[in-house]
C-alpha cells in the first residue's frame, strides 16, 4: 500500500484487512508454539470490541484506559477503541496502585482493559470504583471484570468503517515520569499519519515480509511508533515476547526485520556475547578474514538479527563507543531521537551517512533550532502534541507562541543538520565550585567497560563529581583487586578526556542493581537520576571523603 498524507490508523488496517486477509498479523507466543492472527482473524475480534465499546451509549471520543504488557490483544483493543470513535489511554503496566489510581483520575476513564500483567493484586487496589475493568483472555480472568471472550460472543463485527477526522484526539500517552507525575501527551490522527509520511523512506517500509518483536512497553511512544505504526502501515507481522525467560528464543522465532532496544538491551547483548567469548579472542577473531564473516554472522543468528535492515535504538543517550563495538560485528545501529510531545520523530542516524556522536539528521518535515543563550533543542512539526490533558499551564510552559517545543534538551545543530545531545537542563547541576555539569555526557565514558552494566554520576554541591556504580555478571566475577584496578583504569582513563571540573574524584560500588520494580528504572530502562540521588545523597560527602578511588558500599 503505498503510503501517503492523510492516512491514519485505520486506513491502513481497513487495507490490509482485506488485502492481506489471510496473512498473519499477529503472533503470540505460548511456550513452543503461537496463537497466531490473521488480518481477517484480528478484524473480526476488532469489530467486535469496537461495538461493544459503542454499545456502552459513551459519548463521542471518550477516553478509555488499557494497562497491559505487549501482546495481541493490547493492538486488537487499541484499534477497537478508535474504530469505535474513542481515544486510547495506554498506562504502564508496572505502574503501582496509586500510580494507576492517579492517572485513571486524571485522564477520566471510566472503562479499563486489563491484561497482561506481573501483580494485578497489587494494581488491582488502585483502580477507582467507578472504573469497570474488562479483561484480556488468558492472562488476566478476574472473576469481577467483564471477559473479553464472553464480549466477542455478545457483540456482532461491526460491518461499517469508521473513519476519523485529521484533527480528531487518536491517543493521550502519558509520560514514564522521571521526575514529578505523569503528563497526557495529546496526539492528532493527523500527527501519526504526517510522522509516517515524513519518516517512510527511513523506516523501510517497502521491503517484503516486514517482521516485529514486541517487547519494549507499548505505552511509550518509541514502541507505538517502530512497532505498531510501521508493522501496521507496512501490512507486516508483530512477534510478542511472552517473557523475560523466554525473551531470546522469542527474538529468534521473530527474526525481525525491524528491531527496536533500548541502550540497556543493547548492553545486555554485548555482555551476553563477552561472557561467551572474551573481547581479546572476539577481536583476534575478527582480524582473521576467512572467520571474520562467519564470526559475525554467528553472532547475528544468536541473537536473532540476522534479518534486521532497520536496528533502532533510542529513548536514552547511547554511547558512540558501543554502537562502534556493534558496527564491527556487522548491526548498523541507528539512534534516534525525539519525546512524546513531538511523537518521538525529530531525528535519525542515516545508515548510509554515519556521524559518530551525534544522534542522527533531522527528518524532513520537522524544524529544529537551538536557543540562544541555553542552547535549547526546539522543535516544530506538523506532529506536535495537542498540549498536555488538562493542563493548560504546563502546555503553555512546552509549546510557545509560534508553535515551539520546548525540548529540555541541550544540544548542538552542525551544518548538515545533525543533531548532537549535550545533555538535559533539569540534569544540569552545580558542583560547590560553582560550575555546572551535564553527567549524562560524563557517564558515556563508563560504556566502553563491560564490568560496568549501570551508571549515574552526582556532584551537587561537592567539589567533584563521583559515579555510583551497579556491576555487570561479569565484573562480578572478578575479584575485588581485580575489579578496582579495573575501575581506577576506567576512573584515569576518563578523567584525561573530561574538563577540570568535570573529572570525577572516585567510583563508588554498589550492590543492588536499579530495577523498574526497585523504582530506580522507567518502564523504558532509563536511570530514575533523581530516585537515586534522593537515595544515596546523605551518604555521598562520606563517600567523597573516604580513602582512595573506588569505594565498596
Known amino acids: 500500500m503505498e503510503i501517503t498524507r492523510n492516512k491514519t490508523f485505520l486506513d491502513y488496517f481497513y487495507h490490509f ?6 496473512d498473519i498479523f499477529l503472533r503470540q507466543p505460548f511456550g513452543d508454539t503461537f496463537k497466531d492472527f490473521t488480518w481477517q482473524e484480528t478484524g473480526d475480534q ?13 459519548p463521542d471520543k471518550s477516553n478509555i484506559g488499557l494497562v497491559s504488557k505487549n501482546c495481541a490483544e493490547w493492538i486488537i483493543t487499541d484499534l477497537a477503541i478508535m474504530m469505535a470513535g474513542h481515544v486510547s489511554v495506554p498506562f ?18 471510566t472503562y479499563l482493559f486489563v491484561g497482561k500483567l506481573d501483580d494485578w493484586a497489587a494494581m488491582k487496589p488502585g483502580i477507582p470504583e467507578n472504573v469497570q475493568c474488562i479483561s484480556f483472555p488468558t492472562y488476566n480472568l478476574d472473576t469481577e471484570h467483564w471477559q473479553w471472550n464472553d464480549l466477542l460472543s455478545k457483540h456482532q463485527p461491526l460491518t461499517e468503517n469508521h473513519y476519523p477526522q485529521l484533527d480528531d484526539l487518536f491517543t493521550i ?8 507525575n505523569p503528563k497526557g501527551v495529546m496526539l492528532a490522527f493527523k500527527a501519526m499519519s ?16 516486514t517482521r516485529f518483536f514486541s517487547y519494549l512497553p507499548l505505552s511509550h511512544i518509541a514502541e507505538r511508533n517502530i512497532v505498531e505504526a510501521i508493522g501496521i502501515a507496512s501490512g507486516g507481522t508483530i512477534y510478542f515476547a511472552e517473557s523475560l525467560d523466554s525473551f531470546a528464543r522469542n527474538l529468534k522465532s521473530a527474526s525481525p526485520t525491524h528491531f527496536l532496544a533500548v541502550p540497556r538491551i ?18 583476534f577473531l575478527l582480524k582473521i578474514p576467512l572467520i571474520n564473516g562467519l564470526v559475525k554472522k554467528k553472532i547475528r543468528d544468536g541473537l536473532g538479527l540476522s534479518d534486521t535492515v532497520l536496528a533502532v535504538t533510542g529513548a536514552a543517550p547511547m554511547p558512540s563507543s558501543l554502537i562502534k ?17 513531538n511523537l518521538g520523530v525529530v531525528c535519525i542516524m542515516p545508515k548510509d551517512k554515519i556521524k559518530d556522536g551525534t544522534v542522527g539528521k533531522i527528518y524532513p518535515g520537522i524544524e529544529v533550532r537551538i536557543a540562544e543563550g541555553t542552547h535549547e533543542i526546539q522543535t516544530r512539526s506538523p506532529w506536535n502534541m495537542i498540549g498536555y490533558y488538562k493542563e493548560p499551564k504546563m502546555t503553555a510552559e512546552t509549546i510557545d507562541a509560534e508553535g515551539w517545543i520546548h525540548t529540555g534538551d541541550v544540544g548542538e545543530l552542525d551544518d548538515e543538520n545533525y543533531l548532537t545531545i549535550t545533555g538535559r537542563i533539569k540534569e544540569l547541576y552545580k558542583t560547590s565550585k560553582g560550575e555546572y555539569v551535564a553527567p549524562t555526557q560524563i557517564e558515556v565514558g563508563f560504556a566502553i567497560n563491560p564490568n560496568i552494566e549501570q551508571v549515574c554520576v552526582v556532584g551537587e554541591n561537592l567539589p567533584q563529581s563521583m559515579a555510583l556504580v551497579v556491576l555487570s555478571d561479569l565484573g562480578k566475577k572478578l575479584s575485588k583487586q581485580e ?3 579495573n575501575l581506577e583504569e576506567n576512573l584515569r582513563t576518563l578523567n584525561t578526556k573530561l574538563k577540570s571540573y568535570e573529572k570525577l574524584n572516585k567510583i563508588i560500588v554498589l550492590n543492588e542493581p536499579w530495577t523498574i520494580e526497585n523504582n530506580k528504572l522507567t518502564p523504558t530502562l532509563k536511570i530514575k537520576r533523581g530516585v537515586i540521588e534522593k537515595e544515596f545523597g546523605p551518604e555521598f560527602e562520606s563517600w567523597y571523603n573516604a580513602s582512595g578511588e573506588v569505594v565498596f558500599k
Open 194 to 209: 504526517e510522522a509516517i509520511y515524513y519518516t517512510r523512506d527511513f523506516s523501510k517500509l517497502d521491503i517484503p515480509q
Open 92 to 109: 504502564y503496566p508496572t505502574l503501582a496502585g496509586d500510580q494507576i489510581r492517579q492517572v485513571l483520575i486524571h485522564s477520566e476513564c
Open 483 to 485: 575489579i578496582t584496578e
Open 266 to 283: 543493547w548492553t545486555k547483548f554485548q555482555l551476553g556475547i563477552l561472557g561467551k567469548m572474551s573481547q581479546k579472542k572476539l577481536d
Open 325 to 341: 563495538w556493534f558496527r564491527k560485528l556487522g548491526i548498523i545501529i541507528q539512534e534516534a531521537y525525539g519525546m512524546t510531545e
Open 17 to 22: 484487512e482485506k488485502n492481506k486477509a489471510e
Open 46 to 58: 476488532v469489530r467486535r470490541i469496537a461495538a461493544f465499546l459503542k454499545s456502552l451509549g459513551l
Open 173 to 180: 500517552i502519558y509520560t514514564s515520569g522521571t521526575t514529578g
